[in-house]
């Protein structure tokens, strides 16, 4: 009997499978890096992208490839620190794959919370039309609040609005209570933390009143949303199908936790965030560093990837930038690997002292510019505004336009001018500007008082000397005491042994005439603003005459006299910047000036452990902003407060560095001109062979 016949199952071939066609060439338009990220699977995903590296580009391209492989674009979420960064990532996306992804939740952390909170507004106890405070709205809101609380402002020192709202900013994006944030950033206050916590109080209550937001409140709003209404967060993790972060680094605690809460509900958590370690330098702004080196201890199984190709700067910047920052404990590791071919080596110079830095600066910003480099392609960087008091003298002398990025110019800044004017009445009593900047400078005086005052002195011969024999017992009460501590400023400045020193005319107005105290009132910022007043302080030294003094600094300012170098087009100019200011730039030239120890480091900022790596990562943001040429420039000595020179050490991030990345420059003076007769000294002037300007080479 024949075997039984076995079962028969059928197996159909199938054609084999396509590479799947994409409109972009990936694979041409990026390295293997950006391609392993912009194809990296669904999950948990971190990208450490080192300067240079074209982490735009990537994140770029991670979004058209999710497009084209079937993800819609009002599912993608891209937070971004600028609206302009997300319109121009989206526009990207656009011209490279021709589809519209204007749907995508694109943008600012806070206008992406106002999006989120619009629809979802009632549940907190807003309205959907909810105002949104800009920065000058939410000071006039907290004074409003201090005028309910009756706070008696006029009789003791109190927080004004800009400087209570930074604190209590400060105060929500870092996390911490109120008045550990006045004992840290202005302990004079912490007599009024009842007061203060009061005012704030109020000033909640007032927003809700008014169905207002403030900034902070977008964020710590969509938290609370995110946190206690589980309905609302599970239909957006299901409509958000990718979240993307760019700057990670740079997040508070309130937009990492918001971006954790966005995916929460999804499986597999499909966020990818994207930053620097090396490059997270803005704590004191609520920048959390922790987000960015606790990712993927929240996220277990996350995938981590690295951009270290970089394509802005040669081998000798590079070789420099991964060795400053070594000494950091709490980093990724990364090395930057150079696509560009060698160039010139690092320069490390050592000035005689902070003019000489100037007219060093100034000399090679001459000679880059013969030598085919632009003057908007040069930027001398520094840790602190008032680092570039005397280069601002020494370019405005040699006729060399620039512009600031890190505020204003020096002489022009608020507290500057405010000190100034004091000097001022000293020099020429019949200031009216000056004597009005002034007085208005105390508590209760506004301009009708102010005018009141002058026009009662303004007929005298000299109308502070008549200002300092009024009767003063018919001025408001509130007044009073202020205009008796005005008044006695005023006499001790006329005393000869300030006329004769500016220097220390600044440091009375400062510290004897109460200006500190108006400063550390006045302004968020007050630490850095007395630290510039110190700087002109320093400035004035060498100077033995009032208004010799203050003829110099004003015709500085005068925009006629700033002639520009002969064959530059008026909108050329050398870029001056703070350091935080320059994240994000680049340019062929960069100078790194102020290389010195408790400069740059900055002293304050170094006395925890935590302070000194945010200083060194500034120190690498710096250098490499560089493309092709950086100088790295410290001054060897400094005046004191009372006028004697001191040796300065160089910065500690110079002492780190391995003697074979960079050459040491050593300037030599100039030689002595010979002595010429009497009757050539006025031609001396006109003769270019004398002026120091064409020397040569300082190497």
Known sequence: MPDPAPPVKRYVLKAPARARAYKVDYARELNEEQREVVFAPDGPTIVIAGAGSGKTRTLVYRVSRLVEDGVEPHRLCLLTFTNRAAREMTRRVEALIGADVSGALAGTFHSVAARLLRPNAEVLGYRSNFSILDTEDTKDLLESATSDMGVPVTERRFPKGDLLRSLLSLAINTGRPLPDVIAAESPHFLVQTDAIEAVVKRFFERKLLANAMDYDDLLTNLRRLLEGHDAVRRALSLRLSHVLVDEYQDVNHHVAEIVDLLVKDQEPRNVMVVGDDAQSIYSFRGADFEALLGFPDRYPGVRMYRLETNYRSTPEI????????????????????????????????????????????????????????????????????????????????????????????FFE??????????????????????????????????????????????EAPDPVAAFLALDLSKAPAGARAGLKGFRETLAALRKASYVSSPAEAIRFVVEDGGYSEVAKTKFPNSSARLDDLEALAQFALPYDDVGKFLQEVTLFGDPAGEDTVAGEKDDERVVLSSVHQAKGLEWRAVFLVGLSEDRFPNARACRTPEGLEEERRLFHVAVTRAKDELTLVHPLAAYDRTGIIVLTEPSRFLRELPGDLYERWVLEAPPRAP???????????????????DDGPVN
Do not use: C
Request: avoid cysteine; charged fraction near 25%.
């Open 675 to 693: 002595a010429l007769p009497a009757g050539d000294v006025a031609n001396v002037a006109d003769d270019p062979t004398l002026s120091g300007e």
């Open 318 to 409: 590079l070789r420099l930038a991964d060795a400053s920052i070594v000494f950091n404990t709490r980093r990724f590791e990364k090395s930057l690997r150079p696509v560009r071919g060698p160039g010139v080596p690092v320069a490390v110079v050592g000035t005689a002292d902070v003019p000489q830095q100037a007219q060093f600066v100034a000399q090679r910003i001459l000679e880059l510019r013969d030598e085919g480099i632009s003057l908007p392609e040069i930027a001398v960087l520094y840790r602190a505004h008032y680092q570039s008091l005397e280069l601002q003298m020494e370019l405005t002398r040699r006729g060399i336009p620039f512009e600031i990025r890190s505020g204003l110019r």
């Open 413 to 458: 800044q608020q507290h500057v001018k405010d000190v100034l004017a004091f000097l001022k009445l000293a020099a020429n009593p019949k200031d009216e500007t000056s004597f009005k900047r002034a007085i208005k400078l105390l508590p209760k005086v506004g301009e009708r008082i102010a005018a009141t005052f002058w026009l009662a002195v303004s």
